[in-house]
């Protein structure tokens, strides 16, 4: 993806409650795949989710799931049943199948009790 | 199972000193391997990355260099650091670009005084 937009700098949640992370991304590719990262506290990225543009069914990871609506160029994340450990920076990220990857600015969510 | 290891963990250095932060990958042959740079509140900016020994490329203008001497080492370095350079940076791997996974180390704190 050549541009990525978070445009919810901050995001909170109850504990068990479901919340949804929004982020749009434009690409001339037609080949591309879309990921969300999770940066907790200790600053370490992990992948949370992966979606290859070509499949029509979102991508499922345990809590996690991902609505990808491809005509509105929208790839939002999904946390069921929240938890504290969820908490975290959220970043939104799309690569062509030849192009290296763009980050969004990221959104913070904090999990409230 | 591939391993990624950055160091130093956090740094603090006076303005016109040089840097050197260290990345070695394990596990994996000929890696894809990237710096990057995460300013406060923003997000991740792509600096460098290298697709094979000695093969750089630069993706902002700068005052930092890397390197990459051996297969899987990539160094980050500046001779003179400015004020601009505090951040966190993170070094990150790949099998390819785009549709691949970036795998992440768990970041350099550098701060210059």
């Known amino acids: 993806a050549q541009t990525v937009t978070q445009s919810q700098p901050e995001m909170s949640v109850q504990e068990a409650e479901t919340v949804t992370l929004s982020c749009t991304y434009d690409t001339s590719e037609s080949d591309y795949y879309l990921f969300w990262y999770k940066q907790p506290p200790s600053r370490q990225m992990i992948l949370v989710i992966r979606q290859e543009a070509y499949k029509q069914q979102n991508a499922t990871e345990n809590r996690f799931s991902v609505n990808f609506q491809k005509a509105a160029k929208s790839f939002s994340l999904k946390i069921s049943d929240s938890q504290l450990g969820d908490a975290a920076m959220y970043f939104c990220?799309?690569?062509?199948?030849?192009?290296?990857?763009?980050f969004g600015k990221g959104t913070k969510l904090t999990v409230n009790p | 199972s591939q391993t990624i290891h950055q160091w130093p963990a956090t740094l603090v250095q006076p303005v016109g000193s040089p840097l050197s932060l260290e990345c070695t990958v394990e596990?994996?042959?000929?890696?894809?391997l990237y710096w990057y740079r995460q300013a406060a509140g923003r997000g991740l900016q792509l600096l460098f990355y290298s697709v094979g020994i000695g093969q750089i490329s630069s993706e902002v203008p700068q005052n930092l260099s890397a390197s990459r001497p051996q297969d899987r080492q990539f160094i980050l370095s500046s001779k003179k650091l400015l004020l601009s350079d505090s951040g966190f940076y993170l070094c990150?791997?790949?099998?390819?670009?785009?549709?691949?996974?970036?795998?992440f180390g768990a970041g350099s704190r550098l701060t210059v005084l």
């Open positions: 596990g994996t042959s000929n890696p894809n």
């Open positions: 990150a791997w790949s099998v390819g670009v785009g549709a691949n996974v970036l795998t």
């Open positions: 990220a799309g690569a062509g199948g030849s192009e290296k990857l763009v």
